[in-house]
Structures are given as structure tokens and as C-alpha cells.
């Protein structure tokens, strides 16, 4: 059971925006930034947003992240089939859980 | 840039100790800006963040595994390592190494090294 609440899966098709949810509490995301990780299949995440809304050099401008209260959404518009990977989102918490804890990953399938 | 690697045995027995090492390139250990983590992936299954050491010695590990877990670095070497005692199935994994920062969080990361427990 993670701690920050994603969806296990998510689709579009090519073009379309689609949006992932993560959901934590006062104690992580309330209190804390918002990173997200990508990890294409077979491969090591990557950074893909840090500080809820910056897009680290090489990042498309497709993909945006955003956080209200204790909860983050990353959406990425104009769906490619290279999209198609685990979302991981990610925060600092400030209980006896973790430095860090993450979301359970969403599954993003390009239809 | 900075590179990443993991290295060490892709199988333990159980109640064994499983020791990493992390190699870093393209970068220093000994900067006093960043913390140098592992964080594990069991098959098919969500990250978990393991822990961090950072050039000071200053170590934070998460508290499911805080009493199996040791995080040293060697500057001289440039690398970091894990140790992980009395393992069982349950620590199967590919365990990644990441440098951490407070602004960019977990980047990059290295490629990641499958560990199996199993006699």
C-alpha cells in the first residue's frame, strides 16, 4: 500500500490529454513539493517534473504537473505512443514513514 | 554529466547480507549539495525509497528497513554503497541508485541491478 495515492492505469489515443492523479496528505505533498518520474518499459525512471510544475532541460512542454492542497496531477497533451511508460509521483514526508514516499505508478497505455 | 552504476552479486541467499556498490562518473560524491540514495523496485511492483547518505556521513534510511540497512560512501572511490542484512524473498528487487537534490528530487539515476534472494 503506497503512500500517495495514483491510479494503477490510465489511456487516450495519439493526440489526446490525459491526466494522472496523486493524492497524499498534510505531511507529504501538503507540506512538500511534488516530483514525478516517468519510467519507460525496461528502463530506469526518469525525471520528469520536479517542484510541482518544472520540467527539467529536455522535457516536452507536453508534459505539465500542478498541485492544489494535498494533492498533484501531471497531464500531458498531444498523447505520442512514446508516452506510453509508468508515472510515478513523489514527495517528502514529514511522518516517521519516509524521507521520501512515492505514489503506487500509473500504467499509461497510448490506445 | 553525472553517470550512475550499480554493481554487485544478482543473487543472495536468504539470511545473507546483499551489498551494492554505486559508482559515480561525470560528478563527485563529495558535493555538499546533494544526498546519494537507493530506492528498490520489486518485480512488477512500486518504488520504495531505501535510503541516503550524504559526503558528510550523514545517513537517513527508511524505518521498514532501517535495522537491516547500512549506507557508506568511500569519497576516495567515488562511490556508495548498500548493505542489506538478514534478507528474505521479500527483498528481491532491481535496486537503483540516485543522486538527490532538494530542488530537482531523485536525478539521474542508474540503470538499476536485479537482486534475486533465493537459496
Known amino acids: 500500500q503506497s503512500v500517495l495515492t495514483q491510479p494503477p492505469s490510465a489511456s487516450g489515443s495519439p493526440g489526446q490529454r490525459v491526466t494522472i492523479s496523486c493524492s497524499g496528505s498534510s505531511s507529504n505533498i501538503g507540506s512538500h513539493y511534488v516530483f514525478w518520474y516517468q519510467q519507460l518499459p525496461g528502463t530506469a525512471p526518469k525525471l520528469l517534473i520536479y517542484?510541482?510544475?518544472q520540467r527539467p532541460s529536455g522535457v516536452p512542454d507536453r508534459f505539465s504537473g500542478s498541485k492544489s492542497g494535498t494533492s498533484a496531477s501531471l497531464a500531458i497533451t498531444g498523447l505520442r505512443s512514446e508516452d506510453e511508460a509508468d508515472y510515478y509521483c513523489a514527495a517528502w514526508d514529514d511522518s516517521l514513514r519516509a524521507h521520501v514516499v512515492f505514489g503506487g505508478g500509473t500504467k499509461l497505455t497510448v490506445l | 554529466q553525472v553517470q550512475l552504476q550499480e554493481s554487485g552479486p544478482g543473487l543472495v541467499k536468504p539470511t545473507e547480507t546483499l551489498s551494492l556498490t554505486c559508482t559515480v562518473s561525470g560528478g563527485s560524491v563529495s558535493s555538499g549539495s546533494h544526498y546519494w540514495s537507493w530506492i528498490r523496485q520489486p518485480p512488477g511492483k512500486g518504488l520504495e525509497w531505501i535510503g541516503y547518505?550524504?559526503?558528510?556521513?550523514?545517513?537517513n534510511s527508511s524505518p521498514s528497513l532501517k535495522s537491516r540497512v547500512t549506507i557508506s560512501v568511500d569519497t576516495s572511490k567515488n562511490q556508495f554503497s548498500l548493505k542489506v542484512s538478514s534478507v528474505t524473498a521479500a527483498d528481491t528487487a532491481v535496486y537503483y541508485c540516485?543522486?538527490?537534490?532538494?530542488?530537482?528530487?531523485?536525478?539521474?539515476w542508474g540503470q538499476g541491478t536485479l537482486v534475486t534472494v533465493s537459496s
Open positions: 547518505i550524504h559526503y558528510d556521513g550523514t545517513t
Open positions: 517542484r510541482n510544475d
Open positions: 540516485a543522486r538527490e537534490s532538494t530542488v530537482v528530487g531523485f536525478d539521474p
